[in-house]
T-cell receptor
Framework: GENVEQHPSTLSVQEGDSAVIKCTYSDSASNYFPWYKQELGKRPQLIIDIRSNVGEKKDQRIAVTLNKTAKHFSLHITETQPEDSAVYFCAAPTGSARQLTFGSGTQLTVLP | DTAVSQTPKYLVTQMGNDKSIKCEQNLGHDTMYWYKQDSKKFLKIMFSYNNKELIINETVPNRFSPKSPDKAHLNLHINSLELGDSAVYFC??????????FGPGTRLTVL
């Protein structure tokens, strides 16, 4: 079936450094790519998304890039802060019902 | 003014019991979902429900059954609970088949 692969599974960075998380997808019909942040014990929350008609989107310290030809998209966090520590999930709609398929998650730890 | 709410937040029960988790959304969304998040944090969709159309993930055992009394509610019934059912269950809703808003989760522990 269609899937979404996410790398790395864990990522540790020093406070102030940048973090990059990458996802690849296989369904060429996917046209919407959200990123969710899940803090410990909390619900996943949408932090940024991108649609297939653009290649990049920024919102303050976070940005998402999309390469439709290569079928991959990435989350970039600059000037990381300890409160950025969380699990991050990418997702893409797959299958005939266009349901979101989530990546396996990346545990980001920002070291003070 | 909670957007997506679930009850209960925690559920501890014995193997073999039947339990239900309730979900409500006040966003006016047409589509609602149930997800299971296991101990490794994988988020797997179980069901989606849109205008009385139920889409089932075929890997979900038929002990799990969603019930939607109206567009704002999607409850999850689980029969004959097993140890492997222990997980966090998230309800979510969306206006279309993309942006989803999650509930706070229900942590189910089967003893």
């Amino acid at each position: 079936g269609e899937n979404v692969e996410q790398h790395p599974s864990t990522l540790s960075v020093q406070e102030g450094d940048s973090a990059v998380i990458k996802c690849t997808y296989s369904d060429s019909a996917s046209n919407y790519f959200p990123w969710y942040k899940q803090e410990l014990g909390k619900r996943p929350q949408l932090i940024i998304d991108i649609r297939s008609n653009v290649g990049e989107k920024k919102d303050q310290r976070i940005a998402v890039t999309l390469n439709k030809t290569a079928k991959h998209f990435s989350l970039h966090i600059t000037e990381t802060q300890p409160e950025d520590s969380a699990v991050y999930f990418c997702a893409a709609p797959t299958g005939s019902a266009r349901q979101l398929t989530f990546g396996s998650g990346t545990q980001l730890t920002v070291l003070p | 003014d909670t957007a997506v709410s679930q009850t209960p937040k925690y559920l501890v029960t014995q193997m073999g019991n039947d339990k239900s988790i309730k979900c409500e959304q006040n966003l006016g969304h047409d589509t609602m979902y149930w997800y299971k998040q296991d101990s490794k944090k994988f988020l797997k969709i179980m069901f989606s429900y849109n205008n009385k159309e139920l889409i089932i993930n075929e890997t979900v055992p038929n002990r799990f059954s969603p019930k939607s009394p109206d567009k704002a509610h999607l409850n999850l019934h689980i029969n004959s609970l097993e140890l492997g059912d222990s997980a966090v269950y998230f309800c979510a809703s969306s206006p279309q088949a993309d942006t989803q808003y999650f509930g706070p989760g229900t942590r189910l522990t089967v003893l």
